[in-house]
């Protein structure tokens, strides 16, 4: 018995709002997307129901264009901003507007690897939505089989330095005089600058006053940047749905005709200049030249076989702790500023199930056991400093815990994401 365990369920517990959990008190005080979907794994260590109580709760959001929100608000907190009146979100509860990276399908998954016939009734309602939302992202967010994203908030990386060309050609004109509430419960220099925050809402008013019309949005916004995240997370997400459709007996041709577009589509991520996966700015056409722990979830879903492998030995063994966000050599990486550098754990275990996968059960285990040593050395953070492991951020965060408990542990038997179709 490890105490850190007993320390990750009781922050579960403590997040845990009834039937959905936060990110952290204060700083994220509501149900966060892909937050959820690990919480939800992370649940799943000792309390299978209440996991999926927590993704049920999650897609009650969801948007009649199939869209899963990003953000919802079930009870207004004034401890963040911006809050529901700012987002105007359309669908059935108080939302923002955007989505963010689709790992639900993988989890729901797994989870029902962990007692099939236990969770029959509740997969076969979820695989219909999962479809839904998959769709959406592919008719309004698929540029030739690469997905987009129209808010870096989508892809959870919200500062990360590949926005910062997307960003410079935006002026956020129109934007109101506002109060940010992050700085209040972080540190400044942890956080993003208020240079990006300007854009974050300018981007959100443009949703916001066209009432989310995605074909208006796709014709006139200035932010529409392919992503590692998303490309790589919906095709991973894709193959388990197709798992579980085949399984229920449910239609496959548009799945796997999604599969198709998006194994071929990725390539456009494929920057030859730097040797990577990056993202692709589609309103100028141009890379943006930026290694991040993004680019290393290729093998998660299953493409572009080793072509990174060189790239990954370089980072790892350039920090103590991995994977940075962004990679040390870039010219624009921060240790300690959010998604510029810090390690995020859950990335790592996307990271390393695609590893596994791929063969490389040497460098998974090395990534999951150094997963467990920043957490030990940092606590439950929300990131860390890949120099020291010191924590960064927010404290007491679920997906940490989540993390922690579905994977990084040596005593918990854990989640394990059936290996892809
Ligand atoms: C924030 O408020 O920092 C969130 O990342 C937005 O999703």
Redesign the pocket.
């Known amino acids: 018995m490890d105490d850190l365990d007993e320390q990750a369920r009781a922050i579960l517990k403590g997040n845990d709002r009834g039937g959905y959990t936060v990110p952290t008190g204060g700083l ?1 005080p509501y149900q ?1 997307n892909w937050d959820s979907v690990f919480a939800a794994a992370g649940f799943a260590e000792h309390d299978l129901s209440r996991a999926w109580e927590e993704i049920e709760t999650l897609f009650s959001g969801q948007w009649s264009t199939g869209m899963v929100p ?2 919802i608000f079930h009870k207004v907190d004034p401890s ?1 901003f911006p809050g529901p009146d700012i987002w105007g979100g359309v669908g059935p509860l108080p939302s ?1 507007g955007i989505s963010q990276p689709p790992i639900a399908a993988t989890f729901i998954r797994a989870l029902h690897a962990l007692d099939p016939e236990g969770s029959e009734a509740r997969v076969r309602a979820l695989i219909p939505r999962l479809r839904d939302w998959h769709r959406w992202f592919f008719d309004w967010r698929g540029e030739g089989g690469a997905i987009c994203v129209s808010h870096p ?1 989508e892809t ?1 990386r ?1 500062n990360c330095p590949d926005w910062d060309g997307p960003f410079a050609n935006i002026q956020p004109e129109g934007v109101e005089q506002y109060y940010r509430r ?1 700085t209040t419960h972080v540190k400044e220099d942890e956080r ?1 600058r208020s240079y990006d925050y300007d854009r974050y809402l300018y981007l959100v008013k443009l949703g916001h006053d066209c009432g989310w019309d995605e074909a208006h949005l796709k014709e006139v916004s200035p932010f529409r940047v392919a992503d590692p995240t998303m490309t790589f997370t919906l095709l991973r997400a894709n193959r388990d749905l197709l798992a579980l459709s085949q399984a229920f007996g449910e239609p496959t041709d548009e799945i796997e005709g999604w599969i198709a577009a998006i194994e071929a589509g990725s390539e456009q991520l494929w920057n030859p200049e730097i040797g990577a996966y990056d993202c692709l700015d589609m309103r100028t056409g141009e890379h943006t030249g930026v290694i991040s722990s993004a680019s290393f979830l290729h093998w998660f879903a299953g493409v572009g076989e080793d072509r990174m492998l060189a790239h990954y030995d370089r980072i790892t063994s350039d920090v103590r702790f991995s994977m940075p966000s962004t990679d040390p050599a870039h010219p624009q990486y921060e240790p300690r500023r959010y998604w510029r550098g810090p390690v995020w754990g859950m990335m790592n275990w996307l990271i390393a199930t695609g590893l596994h996968e791929a063969g490389h059960e040497d460098r998974a285990e090395a990534l999951r056991l150094n997963t467990a040593e920043v957490i030990r050395t940092g606590g439950f953070a929300e990131y860390f400093d890949p120099r020291d492991g010191s924590p960064a951020g927010g404290r007491n965060f679920t997906w940490t815990a989540a993390t922690w408990l579905g994977w990084a542990s040596p005593n918990t038997k854990g989640i394990t994401c059936p290996v892809s179709s």
């Open positions: 994220y966060w990003h953000i963040y923002s908030w959870g919200d992050d993003p």
